[in-house]
DNA sequence: AGATTTGTCAACAATTGGGTTGAATATGGC
DNA sequence: GCCATATTCAACCCAATTGTTGACAAATCT
């Protein structure tokens, strides 16, 4: 999950993702597309790949990335953990406050 | 979309947040649960504040901090766009080199 | 008011990470 | 086999970020 993240927290890596959603690109598109040198791109492709995000599929001396399914179903199912966080309406402090007052109690028994 | 990736790429931080998953928590609290030393958490969590993630609620002298829901439906929406990418089977690596075999027809034309 | 607890701020060292350059590899066409 | 194209690799510099320490601020309790 954190490979995920982290690959993606880079800007230009994000934006080649979302360029991704597209269809697959070579390198070279994606360098003229984004504006940014090969090696570059080249660097951060190699991330996306290492997280799982991307992969290579060799045509002639093109080399042709394209996302992959997995990370993007792990992503919804991490964010699907916190749904009743905004779906409900998930304050809790309350809850918290009383479980404070709890505890006080036990400790003012004890001591 | 992008602050909210870069706050979350961090380890620590993204556990912070899993932590809060369960309910508001003090600074001291998720100090201790993961170990980590209070500046440091007070650090992470002003980060995950400024990316509005999170929010602080004062309490006595405790500050107890919270989930937003904002940035997980913004996250939700953005994982949206890549539905397909994922539902459907989204190869289309065919389509790209059609594509590229339309554009050395017409640059064939050209010169 | 003084001592204690909770938390933030500021400054520093150490690590990480992005971008650039130049050389190296592989494929296709002549 | 040789040249052009497409791409990766390795080494370097620079900027951003993490974690640590010590000082500081606010609230609680006696």
Same mark, same amino acid.
């Given at each position: 999950?954190? @490979?995920?993240?982290? @690959? ?11 360029? +991704? ?29 290492? @997280?799982?995000? #991307? %992969?290579?599929?060799? #045509? ?16 919804? @199912?991490? +964010?699907?953990?916190?749904?009743? #966080? ?13 479980? +404070?007052? %709890?505890? %006080? ?7």
């Amino acid at each position: 999950m954190n @490979a995920i993240m982290s @690959a993606l927290a880079e800007p230009n890596r994000l934006n080649i993702v979302e360029l +991704l959603r597209d269809g697959p690109r070579p390198v070279g598109e994606i360098s003229n597309r984004l504006r940014l040198r090969q090696p570059q791109v080249s660097k951060h492709l190699r991330v996306l790949s290492d @997280a799982g995000i #991307v %992969e290579v599929q060799p #045509v002639a001396n093109l080399r042709i990335y394209k996302l992959r399914p997995q990370p993007f179903q792990e992503l919804d @199912a991490w +964010l699907d953990s916190f749904r009743r #966080v905004w779906e409900e309406r998930f304050d809790r402090l309350d809850d918290y406050l009383h479980e +404070l007052q %709890e505890q %006080e109690k036990k400790d003012g028994n004890k001591e």
